[in-house]
């Protein structure tokens, strides 16, 4: 079955530390990777994509992710972490097949002081 | 201008009774789509239609029933409330193309707690 994992539930930062927050999928074919970011009581909203080319993309906000084909990952990265950083973050992923999203659990980020 | 916008904001309810929730979308996109978000935060993708065609219709109970009245309106009625249909509720638009893979553009969501 196809499937995506984001396998911290939370991750914790201290303010200015480098971030990472991994995602791993296993869907056939060549797919097409997202971030999405949820802060408290609103909608999801569109970070960063994959589709082709360089494995390093980048986004809003200053994140970017890498995309690792041969491990089947598409880790979220940021240099520097905010404490306006805390939120939850999703990863979704779009197998070649169809257009539905598979989506992952979310990892909520706390950036600390 | 919001470009993804649902009302209400907040629904309670009691069980039994039924609810609409709208959504439209002045993004110009084609496909739109009904996410259920629980009390763990799992996105669970519900209903999408592209052009008012259905094309996703995930394993939802028949008391939810979507309607797409013309590109930009995609509402969600839900007859006889559970308790376990409390939740978040989204609405997400996007451009769905061959070959292409756009974003999805998410509104604010709607709080929907059945008593």
């Known amino acids: 079955a196809q499937s995506v994992a984001q396998p911290e539930d939370q991750v914790n930062v201290a303010e200015g530390n480098p971030l990472t927050v991994k995602c791993t999928y296993s869907v056939s074919g060549n797919p097409y990777l997202f971030w999405y970011v949820q802060y408290p009581n609103r909608g999801l909203q569109f970070l960063l994509k994959?589709?082709?080319?360089d494995n390093l993309v980048k986004g809003s906000y200053g994140f970017e992710a890498e995309f690792n084909k041969s491990q089947t990952s598409f880790h979220l990265k940021k240099p520097s972490a905010l404490v306006s950083d805390s939120a939850l973050y999703f990863c979704a992923v779009r197998p070649d097949s169809n257009y539905q999203l598979i989506w992952g659990a979310g990892t909520k980020l706390i950036i600390k002081p | 201008d919001t470009a993804v916008s649902q009302t209400p904001k907040y629904l309670v309810t009691q069980m039994g009774n039924d609810k609409s929730i709208k959504c439209e979308q002045n993004l110009g996109h084609d496909t739109m789509y009904w996410y259920k978000q629980d009390s763990k935060k799992f996105l669970k993708i519900m209903f999408s239609?592209?052009?008012?065609?259905?094309?996703i219709n995930e394993t939802v109970p028949n008391r939810f029933s979507p309607k797409s009245p013309d590109k930009a309106h995609l509402n969600l009625h839900i007859n006889s409330l559970e308790l376990g249909d409390s939740a978040v509720y989204f609405c997400?638009?996007?451009?769905?193309?061959?070959?292409?893979?756009?974003?999805?553009?998410f509104g604010p969501g709607t709080r929907l707690t059945v008593t």
């Open positions: 997400a638009s996007s451009w769905r193309t061959s070959g292409v893979s756009y974003e999805q553009y």
């Open positions: 994959y589709i082709t080319g």
């Open positions: 239609y592209n052009n008012k065609e259905l094309i």
